[in-house]
């Protein structure tokens, strides 16, 4: 099991359908952690953005799904998009610049998402330490052309069932 919420101090346990459900809280009641099995987390924030973890060892992956209130929905910029329904503008740098579709390989990508990292000053989430002690800025992800492809087609044909 990559982490079991049970093994904290804090944690409850909830029985939904069947399913036990285990839960804790931090930062202050600011944060909800709800594990649903050992590889599917609920995260939920204090201002009702949540996140659903799901974890696919097998293939190396990480899924994250992001929900917002629909109060959020058309006043979204940056890593998740408008959120306008249009997805061609999703895509827009910080400065307003687009990247278009025909532009947009895996480094051009890559660089899109490093145009909008977040310094304490303007994260949209409380971090009682310091932001930048909680993320590694050396980090490079693995790029397609860098990964070993065999783990691609089984995870592209079981995305759906895995979930």
Known sequence: MLLDLSAFENATE??????SVKTIKFDDDQMLIEQINSRKYHL?????????????????????VTILPKVLQTKCHGLLGNMDGDKLNDLIFPNGTLLSTTDSNEERIFEFGESWRTISANSLFYCRDSLQVHHNSSYLPSLTNNVNTSYLTPAQENHNTEL
């Open 14 to 19: 909830s029985i939904f359908d069947g399913i």
């Open 44 to 64: 939920t924030y204090s201002n009702n953005v949540a996140l659903i973890i799901n974890i696919l060892e097998k293939y190396d992956f990480l899924n994250i």
